[in-house]
Structures are given as C-alpha cells and as structure tokens.
C-alpha cells in the first residue's frame, strides 16, 4: 500500500513502536525512514498530538495500529492527515467472530469487576478484547515481570504483550523520547479472557492475581 501510494526514498513514515515490528520494516521495504511516535496510555495507539509533533517536511504517512482490539483515535488522524496532506493506513488486529467477540467482552467485564492491585484496561467504544492488558503497579519491569511468574506458577497463563519497544531493537534503535511506550512496555501484562474459558478459570485468574497483590507497591 505504500509503495502503491508512491512512498519511497526520501521520505518518512509515521509508525507507533509499541509492538508491531512487521509495520516498521514494512516501511523500511518501502525505501522510507519509519519515525516512531508515542502512544496514548490508555489505548496503547498512536498518540494524535504525538503524531503531529513528529511530522516533518519529508512526512509522507502515517500507519495507525489497533492494539489489543482496542480502536485507535482515527477520527483526529485521518483529519490530522488531510490537514497536512498525509496518507493514513490501518493495520487492525485479526477480527474474531462475534459470538465469541461477545464472550471475551463478558470475561473481560468480570475481570474489570474483581481485579485488585492491578490497572484494568479502559474499555472504549468497540473494545473486542484480542487481549485483555491490565498495568502492574510498583517500579516498573522488574514488578510486572516477577508477578507474570508469580501468576504462571499458579497455573494461570498470561503472556508480555511487547517485550521490547520498537525503538529499542538493533534494526531500529533510535534514540527519541517515547515516555509512554517505555512505561506500557514495562507495565503490561495480558490475561487470558478467550471465550472457551470457564467461570471457574475466570474465578481462578481473579483470584491467583488478587492474592498476589502484596508483591506491589501501592499505586500513586
């Protein structure tokens, strides 16, 4: 899509660097330079004000992503991208079948009412919850990391959902300030909400995480 929109050498390419490597050498493919933008907290999407502030003369796209099932702001990118004359393309997460969109939507809402000591995920218009991505409190990486041991331990799997910004890999480093990117990417933690799973495992999940919540620092 880029190279048919006539993008190429020379110019840059707007790209989030939380998750998603595949994008960033998409654009590398390309010819083009991908720019990194923070993200919004509570979406893990491209931070619109973010974006605007990295655009330069030699922009020529941005490429939005959809984290988690959870929409990214497009309304205020595509009107950023008329305004300065931008193509905007999506990547989106794969589309589950309703019913079970709807299934993970009703785990996702039991968790939300049971969890402690962690960060649930802001909900939002359209939310399919492909992951369910709750924030561990305390100092960073080092306390999410030992409470994703702790709650495999357990028997409850949960996965980091990006190990390593963008921007932090060999191919990409770059040397920018992403302040949002580096806390998500310290902090988040997904638990399993698929549809297949019973109110037992759901009760499991709450409570092997809700026990473990004096590995935490409190929440400022």
């Not at 992503?65 to 702001?73: K, L, N, S």
């Not at 993970?104 to 992951?131: I, K, N």
């Not at 100092?139 to 028997?155: E, H, L, S, T, W």
């Not at 480093?173 to 902090?187: F, G, H, N």
């Amino acid at each position: 899509m880029l190279r048919a929109a006539g993008v190429g050498a020379g110019d840059e390419v707007v790209v989030p660097a939380f998750g998603n490597v595949e994008v960033a050498r998409a654009v590398a493919l390309a010819g083009a330079l991908p720019v990194f933008a923070d993200i919004d907290p509570a979406t893990y999407c491209l931070d619109p004000a973010a974006v605007d502030a990295a655009l330069t003369s030699r922009t020529a796209a941005v490429v939005v992503v959809h984290r988690f099932g959870r929409p990214a702001d497009l309304g205020q990118l595509r009107a950023l991208g008329q305004r300065r004359g931008l193509l905007v393309l999506e990547q989106t997460d794969l589309d589950a079948p309703r019913d079970e969109t709807a299934r993970r939507r009703e785990r996702a809402a039991y968790l939300d009412a049971r969890l402690r000591g962690v960060r649930t995920p802001e909900g939002g218009a359209g939310h399919s919850y492909q992951q369910y991505v709750v924030r561990v409190p305390g100092n960073g990486r080092p306390d999410r990391d030992a409470f994703a041991r702790a709650v495999r331990a357990k028997g409850v799997a949960c996965r980091i959902p990006v190990p390593t910004p963008v921007h932090r890999l060999p191919e990409f480093r770059r040397d920018v300030s992403l302040p949002e990117t580096e806390r998500a990417a310290d902090e988040t933690l997904a638990l399993p909400v698929d549809g297949s799973l019973t109110k037992r495992d759901m009760q499991r999940t709450a409570s092997v995480c809700n026990a473990l919540g004096g590995l935490l620092a409190p929440a400022l």
